[in-house]
């Protein structure tokens, strides 16, 4: 960016330039296998700076990334020859325990916002890792340990700021805030999120169970039936993966295809413990480690699995139930998996996120009563190939099972129709008029684009 200097004369944060120290540290993201190289990056340090980058950009006709906590698949948090517009040291939080509403900057990631809420028994549904960024993360919709008693993040987003194309700060109104819930960075930077948030914990039972693969079906079957029944304090994610080689697993399953639950009762422990009593009798468990714990303690404890700098390929597809004839795809696949650290999930949906109406936020696909997460892991540098081919694979044998859509944040970078098929057709038309009057010339593009109306 021969200009860059005067965007550093412009910002009160740091100009990170390619001749720059640091500029590789600046530019990478959590997907490894993502190696773009920006023009320059703008690491903001207030809002002024956001307003600054953005008019900068256009006055220098740069393409723009949006990067928060930089954990999107795609890589969309940064790009080749533009201008990332990073606002990863943005962190404050304001939380108002009486009213039970948080205040979050962008550059925030989950444990951080958590760190802050908890301390007063509250929580704003999150994701289930806690270095996920808040703010893609809430702006594609957001699934977690809470999505099924108090609804998905973009549910919960009651308030925001918004920095739009055309370089203006403006709190977004009922139209704007509506597709911010669900329809990503498409229009405009959000500078500051207001969270409705909950009492949660911050003690409650939850954890991980493992089983045998041999005992695949009875497993699969009995979570199918539990969750069916299962109060909405009750969310769980089925995992299938090789056995890690971890001390609480017995080192003959080390590396072998497993069968596992998370689970996270957000209720009473009490309730909690006699809730997930329940998973104990799906089958004779390898590893039991579900217990009373800290929700941010839970909400942390899968970190060590998706750290950053991996190669990543993954997809994604509502379901619309598990019938039995999933049952030797599931147990195909998971004998077939490629890497160690691969894994598939079935999220149980439902709950208070299935209770919004259809079309009241721009989430879709609400009544589908699971998502499968395909998440191909391998260490890098390594051949993708073998991954991607059996990504592809069994995301194809899942296809008779699916309730027609994907989930915008588990998007890679798919093209356009995989875009729509987050969305159904009415919501899609009215992101499209939302995109054409804050976006028209599709500044905010490098994302799952929804573009404008030509001509709008
Ligand atoms: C390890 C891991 C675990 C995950 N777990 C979950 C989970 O439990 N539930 C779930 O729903 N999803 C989950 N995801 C997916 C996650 O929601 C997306 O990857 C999301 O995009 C991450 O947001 P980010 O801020 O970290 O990413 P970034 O890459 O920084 O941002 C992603 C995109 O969001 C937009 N964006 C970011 N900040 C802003 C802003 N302030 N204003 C406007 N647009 C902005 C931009 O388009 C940007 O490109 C997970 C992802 C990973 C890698």
Not at 176 to 198: C, P, Q
Not at 269 to 294: I, K, N, S, T
Not at 415 to 435: F, H, I, M, N, S
Request: proline residues 6%.
């Amino acid at each position: 960016m021969s200009t860059g200097t005067a965007l550093r004369d412009r910002l009160r944060g740091q100009v990170i330039l390619p001749e720059d120290n640091g500029y590789d540290e600046a530019r990478r993201v959590w997907n490894g296998t993502i190696d773009r190289k920006p023009a320059g990056i703008a690491r903001c340090a207030g809002v002024a700076d956001v307003l600054a980058a953005v008019r900068y950009a256009r006055e220098a006709d740069l393409p723009v990334a949006v990067r928060g906590g930089g954990h999107n698949i795609a890589g969309s948090g940064t790009c080749d020859g533009g201008l990332v517009i990073d606002l990863s040291a943005l962190k404050a939080v304001r939380v108002d325990p009486a009213g039970r509403t948080a205040w979050a900057q962008p550059g925030l990631l989950w444990g951080e916002l958590d760190r802050e809420t908890q301390e007063f028994g509250l929580a704003v549904p999150g994701g289930i890792v806690s270095t996920t960024g808040v703010a893609g993360l809430t702006l594609g919709g957001g699934f977690g340990w809470l999505h099924r008693p108090y609804g998905l993040t973009a549910d919960n987003l009651v308030g925001a700021d918004v920095v739009t194309a055309d370089g203006r700060l403006v709190r977004a109104d009922d139209d704007l805030l509506w597709g911010l819930r669900g329809g990503g960075g498409n229009f405009g930077i959000v500078t500051l999120f207001e969270f409705r948030a909950h009492p949660v914990g911050p003690e409650l039972a939850a954890g991980l169970i493992f089983y045998r693969a041999d005992d695949l079906a009875r497993v699969v079957r009995g979570y199918r039936d539990l969750m069916a029944a299962a109060p909405d304090e009750l969310t769980c994610f089925l995992v299938l993966r090789r056995a890690p080689a971890a001390p609480f697993l017995p080192e003959e399953v080390h590396g072998q295809p497993v069968v596992a639950i998370a689970a996270c009762h957000a209720g009473p422990v009490e309730d909690g413990v006699r809730a997930l009593a329940a998973l104990r009798e799906l089958a004779p468990p390898v590893a039991d480690l579900l217990a009373p714990r800290a929700y941010r303690d839970f909400q942390s404890m899968l970190d060590g699995s998706w750290t950053a700098g991996f190669g990543n390929y993954w997809k994604a597809e509502y379901l619309t139930g598990i019938p039995d004839t999933m049952l030797d795809v599931l147990a195909e696949y998971l004998r077939d998996i490629t890497s160690p650290l691969s894994d598939f999930k079935l999220v149980v949906l439902g709950g208070a996120a299935a209770r919004v109406a259809p079309g009241a936020t721009a989430v879709a696909h609400r009544d589908a009563p699971y998502v499968l997460n395909i998440n191909s892991r391998w260490a890098l540098p390594g051949d993708a190939e073998p991954h991607v081919t059996w990504t592809r694979r069994l995301w194809e044998a899942m296809r008779p099972f699916s309730a027609g859509g994907t989930y915008v944040n588990f998007l890679g970078d798919e093209g356009p129709d995989r875009v729509r098929a987050a969305y159904d057709e009415a919501t899609y038309q009215r992101l499209v008029d939302l995109k054409t009057r804050y976006d028209p010339d599709n500044v905010f593009r490098i994302n799952q684009n929804i573009g404008p109306r030509s001509g709008g």
